[in-house]
């Protein structure tokens, strides 16, 4: 069973930036589409970032540009670059993992962000 690690959440002032990374036990790691999601409080689960196994992310406008997912094949990580963060991006942070090779979808256990002054 792959096992999906995820690190880098905490506490953050408005207008602050950080970085999410999640870590893969993924064999090939390239089978994988990576994305971030998130969940706040009362909320459902929605979509933040995905990129396939290429590399290449989509190009929503969700975040309005704030948000950058990048990943390493070679290191079997995945990244969530956060900028200029806001209150409202409070919320557990979960790194998904599908892949159709394997028939699988797979979460980690969350990272909780905090944007608060």
């Known amino acids: 069973q792959v096992q999906l690690v995820e690190s880098g959440g905490g506490l953050v002032q408005p207008g602050g930036s950080l970085t999410l990374a999640c870590s893969s036990s993924a064999d090939v790691f390239e089978r994988w589409v990576m994305a971030w999601y998130r969940q706040a409080p009362g909320k459902p689960r929605e979509l933040v970032r995905r990129?396939?196994?290429?590399?290449?992310?989509d190009y929503t406008d969700f975040m309005e540009g704030r948000f950058t997912i990048s990943r390493d094949n070679a290191k079997k990580m995945v990244y969530l670059q956060m900028n200029n963060l806001k209150p409202e991006d409070t919320a557990v942070y979960y790194c998904?993992?599908?892949?159709?090779?394997?028939?699988?979808?797979?979460w980690g256990q969350g990272t909780q962000v905090t944007v608060s002054s």
């Open positions: 990129v396939t196994a290429s590399g290449t992310p």
């Open positions: 998904n993992a599908d892949s159709r090779y394997y028939r699988q979808s797979l």
